[in-house]
């Protein structure tokens, strides 16, 4: 075993750290990814309506926007291990409040919370966290510490989904999965502050020694390579369909058909044991396609073409009822095969848009991006892909129908939303997958272009 690590360039006491910061990496989220495996009874648990619980996800996007730019060099100042206790304390200790206090906490209180929660776990911890996987081994097998890394990322996001759907099978509810979630990430403190390496810090000197107006004018000046405009724009145009996979997919079979919450959940959990692909993705880039860009443009027409069957069956099937008493769903909301066909497309979208999610930031590298601008290219294109992450759940949640509750806040009748209005959104993300084949068309007519000028060059 330990030649076998060595190989790696891990040491038995590297690779135990890397397991353990891979550990805190994903629990950090254990309370966030609630949304996921109970897409319904986690607003309702908070006391929020879709339409006010999508304005909370969207805090997502908005810290990761203007954070990434404005104030990801703040954590570069201090020490990896710092930076990712006293993170994960924060994350730890704002959901603990949302979970103890909820139903009870103000809207306007409840933005405050998840803008901060995301402000310390988007923008301040993961570069720490990256640090310290990078430092894991030495610069050869960096590779092997990232694809480690993210790997277990995934089977961990499996399975805590996993617990949530068990705890919903026993009858725990809402409430009581938020707490458990809340003490998993407090619980994860205590593992990076034996793993994280002592006296690193996040940034290197470089950028420890940068501003941020040095960092945004190191974005204007990328901001002139068309690669990384249609990097961004594709990342764009596909992180749409990535919003509502990982969210909104369960939540619209719950709001167009009454799907149960153990459904749901189930569902939610097979769709994240899929965000594994993109390790698929790596051999098919590498030993199918002729680069990144021609795997994109060929996911991208299967994705709009899934979205699209996706719409027709809904158009196709509207729900026999509009509302039934909350709990109590009638027995054929559907015809019978319609929701397994449902089901099947929806997780055939999400596999493919999760394939596509894993490379679609490789073309600047293939497109050889200075490496001096390399990450202001990458922090540009995460700045414009990732708006969808901040609008998609704002126009998802406001989508969807809001259920009768009585004055204490009790769901008395569950109202479902049109099937017509979800096939709509289908269409629209459809046409956004469509164009992204347009721009990874673009991406490889300009490669072919810049191979050519290369060659010229070289003649």
């Known amino acids: 075993m330990k030649k076998l690590l060595q190989s790696f360039g891990f040491a038995p006491r590297t690779f135990v750290q890397l397991l353990f910061i891979t550990l805190n990496a994903q629990l950090l989220y254990a309370f966030w990814d609630i949304r996921n495996t109970l897409p319904k009874d986690f607003p309702i648990a908070m006391g929020v309506t879709d339409a006010q619980a999508g304005q909370l996800y969207s805090m997502q996007g908005l810290v990761i926007i203007l954070g990434t730019i404005l104030l990801g060099w703040i954590g570069d100042r201090f020490s990896v291990r710092t930076i990712m206790v006293l993170t994960t304390l924060g994350v730890g200790a704002i959901s603990l409040f949302i979970s103890v206090f909820s139903p009870n906490l103000s809207f306007p209180t409840l933005l405050a919370c998840f803008f901060l929660m995301l402000l310390l776990s988007e923008v301040l911890f993961k570069p720490a966290n990256f640090k310290a996987v990078r430092t894991s081994t030495s610069e050869d097998h960096q590779g092997a510490a990232f694809g480690f890394f993210e790997f277990g990322r995934g089977l ?3 399975l805590v989904s996993l617990l949530w759907t068990a705890l919903i099978a026993a009858g725990v509810g809402a409430r009581g999965i938020m707490l458990t979630g809340s ?4 619980a994860t403190a205590i593992l990076v502050f034996w793993a994280a390496p002592k006296g690193t810090r996040v940034g290197d000197d470089d950028e420890v020694n940068a501003s941020t107006i040095e960092a945004i004018k190191g ?17 764009f145009c596909i992180y749409g369909t990535f919003v509502a996979a990982g969210t909104y997919f369960a939540r619209f079979l719950q709001a167009g058909y009454g799907s149960s919450a153990l459904v749901a959940a189930v ?13 698929v993705s790596s051999v098919l880039v ?6 990144t860009s021609h795997f994109m443009r060929f996911m ?14 809904l158009f196709t099937h509207p729900a026999s009822v509009t509302s039934f008493p909350a709990g109590n ?10 929701m397994p066909a449902l089901i099947v497309l929806m997780l055939l979208a999400s596999g493919c848009c999760f394939m596509i999610r894993g490379v679609y930031y490789a073309p600047i590298g293939e497109f050889n991006v200075p490496a001096k601008q390399s990450s202001a290219a990458m922090s540009f294109a995460i700045t414009l892909g990732y708006i969808p992450a901040l609008l998609g759940p704002i126009v998802f949640g406001g989508l969807i129908v809001p259920s009768e509750a009585d004055a204490s806040g009790n769901i008395i009748t569950e109202q479902l939303t049109p099937t017509s209005t979800l096939g709509a959104a289908f269409v629209g993300l459809a046409a956004l997958a469509a164009v992204a084949f347009c721009l990874s068309s673009v991406l490889i007519r300009l490669k072919n272009r810049q191979d050519a000028d290369a060659r010229k060059a070289a003649a």
């Open 156 to 158: 961990l996001a499996f």
């Open 183 to 186: 003490v998993i990430v407090l």
């Open 219 to 235: 974005i204007g000046r990328v901001a002139k390579l068309p690669v990384v405009w249609l990097a961004g724009l594709n990342v």
């Open 267 to 279: 569902f939610s959990t097979v769709v994240i044991g899929l965000r594994m692909l993109p390790l």
């Open 286 to 291: 590498e030993k199918v396609f002729k680069s």
């Open 300 to 313: 991208s027409a299967v994705l709009s073409v899934l979205l699209l069957a996706i719409a027709v069956v």
């Open 329 to 338: 769903p009638p027995a054929h909301i559907v015809s019978s095969g319609v």
